[in-house]
């Protein structure tokens, strides 16, 4: 099956610094990215869609300037948290598309702000 | 009313027994019909991905579709402590790639 990885898998950062997160399709080329927000015991939140190089398409609510994404290639995007406070604490997962199939996700990132 | 509805358990199972997982959903432009699986601080893992009513097999695994209720279950026979974790149903409409998501149940499988 299709490959999604992420890096890091864990990070921990102190509040008001930035951190990025990696999404990379290892075999295949993904047209589309997502990146979702999990918090514990519910479901995935889409925060946001990226098409390659392309603007990222956010979801209402999230806020742009603090949640920078960047589609750079084929199999590679980058969510940045900016300025990150501990309220951005969660799991971060991302998931790829050819578009003729279905989403393969990431084994996700986990961010703790202290 | 939830595009997509599953009731998020948990549900116990002694091994070796049926598990049965189902969603329902009231928006008939989704076509595509899938079953992830979510251990614990990972990220969901493809189980089962179908596009039209009736049953799919592998191995262990059954997923069945009926589109004129509007509803979708997951069978998973023989099963074992490995398949302790979170099942969730996503689905699309055609031409569209945003999924939309069940919110999970959590299935526990007792040794």
């Known amino acids: ?114 | 009313q939830k595009e997509v509805e599953q009731d998020p358990g948990p549900l116990s199972v002694p091994e070796g027994a049926i598990v049965s997982l189902n969603c329902t959903y009231s928006n008939s432009a989704f076509q595509y019909f899938m079953w992830y699986r979510q251990y614990s601080r990972k990220g969901p893992e493809l189980l089962m991905y179908t596009y039209s009513s009736g049953n799919k097999e592998d191995g262990r695994f059954t997923a069945q579709v009926d589109k004129s209720s509007k509803y979708i279950s997951l069978f998973i026979r023989d099963s074992q402590p490995s398949d302790s974790a979170t099942y969730l149903c996503a689905m699309r409409g055609y031409g569209n790639n945003r999924l939309a998501f069940g919110k999970g149940n959590q299935v526990v499988v007792i040794p």
Not at chain 1, 27 to 43: E, G, L, N, V
């Open chain 1, 1 to 114: 099956g299709a490959v999604v990885s992420q890096h890091p898998s864990r990070v921990i950062c102190k509040s008001g610094t930035s951190v990025k997160i990696e999404c990379r399709s290892l075999d295949f080329q993904a047209t589309t990215m997502f990146w979702y927000r999990q918090f514990p015991k519910q479901s995935l939140m889409l925060m946001a869609t990226s098409n390659e190089g392309s603007k990222a398409t956010y979801e209402q609510g999230v806020e742009k300037d603090k949640f920078l994404i960047n589609h750079a290639s084929l199999t590679l995007s980058t969510l940045t948290v900016t300025s990150a406070h501990p309220e951005d604490s969660s799991f971060y997962i991302c998931s790829a598309t050819t578009g003729q199939e279905t989403q393969y996700f990431g084994p996700g990132t986990r961010l703790l702000v202290l």
